[in-house]
């Protein structure tokens, strides 16, 4: 059994796809980030890093935390959507599925946060994100220009890792005309919305009355760091 300690955010989204696609039996364990739950001791003893996703293994009594790390945990597990094994082949999907890790998700979560939610006059922050989100995004749009999916012809792990990503972009650029500069992103992310796994995935965010509003007590639990302020 694996249990899913999940936010509706962009990292546990991509974790819950691949369990929906494997068909592996997992549990759900909701971790409200906007009410601070990720501080919790007990949550703290799986991810000390206190971010969601992380995940337990109550097969192996393995813990892991960080979305990638546990993306392939789980390939080593079930033996299913590998990279390629083929080396050039093996080598251009470890790229892009490291790019998604280190580029899209960090540049992505800081345009989000210096446009959205950081207090004003930090126009040299945003400049620097926004412009990273948007050459990160396009230089995924120019790859998927030439492929039909991340890693060549067929559906696989990076795709898997980018879609959590996807659906935010309009909300990580404040544009809501955004996917006109990303056609190939939007081709993709639709066509995996398509599929059952991905319906299921996207369900996860109604099990639990997750808290929506960033209040005071939300801006403390998601930026601690501005206590030193």
Known sequence: MIKLYYHPSPNPAKIALYLEETGLDYEMVP???RKGEQHDPEFLKINPNAKTPAMVDTDTGA????????????VEKTGQYRLPS???????????LMFVATGIGPYSGQCVHFRHFAP?????????YDFEAKRHWGLIDAHLAEHPYMS???YGLVDIALWGWCGPVPFIMGDDEAWSRFPNVKRLFDEINQRPAAERANAL????????EVDENARHALFPQNRNL
């Open 120 to 128: 004003d006059g930090n126009d040299y922050a945003l400049n620097r």
């Open 205 to 212: 965010k109604t099990r639990h009355a997750f808290k929506t």
């Open 63 to 74: 813990t892991i935390f960080d979305s990638t790390a546990i993306l392939l945990y789980l």
């Open 86 to 96: 083929e080396p050039v082949a093996h080598g251009h999907a470890l790229s892009w």
């Open 31 to 33: 971790i409200d980030t």
């Open 152 to 154: 060549g012809d067929q």
